[in-house]
Nanobody
């Protein structure tokens, strides 16, 4: 069973940066599309970014394009989300998820989820 673990969340001032990490101890992420999603209080969970297996295609949500970068380190079996120019609207719980597809940006395709890590951006 694929289990995902997120790390790297925290409190940061507006304009700052954070890097989130997603790992899968005991399993491999190589054959999964991996996505980052976030959920703010009172709002629905939304897609932030995803990266495919194989050619490593990426997709970004409109709200974060140009500020966030998703990447995959095959040797470390990890996926990262580098977040820059953070805004208070980026505050939320960030989840890493994996889908048994080469690439997908559809949240319904993601069937393995981590517990989430809190990101808080102060103004």
């Amino acid at each position: 069973q694929l289990q995902l673990e997120e790390s790297g969340g925290g409190l940061v001032q507006s304009g700052g940066s954070l890097r989130l990490s997603c790992s899968a101890p005991g399993s491999t992420l190589d054959y999964y599309a991996v996505g980052w999603f976030r959920q703010a209080p009172g709002k629905e969970r939304e897609g932030v970014a995803c990266i495919g297996s194989g050619d490593g295609r990426t997709f970004y949500g409109e709200a974060v394009a140009g500020r966030f970068t998703i990447s995959r380190d095959i040797a470390k079996n990890a996926v990262y989300l580098q977040m820059s120019s953070l805004k208070p609207d980026d505050t939320g719980v960030y989840y890493c998820a994996a889908a048994p597809h080469s690439m997908t940006d559809s949240i319904g395709d993601y069937d393995h989820w981590g517990q989430g890590t809190q990101v808080t951006v102060s103004s």
